[in-house]
């Protein structure tokens, strides 16, 4: 399968990657953009069986709010900058794009 999570520290990186290889999906479609992946590239990972949706699991929802709580108490903010933590910062963009969409639970 292709769903790596980014929580798990054995395949962190490798679940980052997946992860970041899905925002680049979404925010292309959601902007227009071409892709930063090539055509080839995309079918490549179609043959893997990839898995380009965004899912909302409950428990890594409730382990992204405690971090993002935590990161708040430390910095002040819920602003998350992309080089303190990659991960965490693209959760809280996803949250923010959900609720804009009326989509966020």
Same mark, same amino acid.
């Given at each position: 399968h292709? !769903? $790596? @999570? /980014?929580i798990d520290p054995e395949h962190q990186d490798l +679940? &980052?990657? $997946?992860? !970041?290889? %899905?925002l680049q999906a979404l925010q292309k479609s959601s902007k227009k953009q071409e892709s930063k992946l090539s =055509? !080839? &590239?995309v079918e490549m990972l179609d043959r893997l069986g990839f898995d380009w949706t965004i899912a909302q699991n409950e428990d890594i929802w409730g382990e992204k709010y405690h971090q993002l709580v935590?990161? @708040? =108490? =430390?910095? +002040? /903010? @819920?602003? $998350? %900058?992309k080089q303190s !933590? =990659?991960?965490?910062a693209y959760w809280t963009w996803r949250q923010r794009q959900l609720y804009s969409q009326g989509k966020l639970r």
């Open positions: 292709c !769903d $790596v @999570s /980014t +679940g &980052q990657w $997946v992860a !970041d290889i %899905r =055509k !080839d &590239q935590a990161y @708040s =108490k =430390k910095h +002040g /903010t @819920s602003n $998350v %900058r !933590d =990659k991960s965490l």
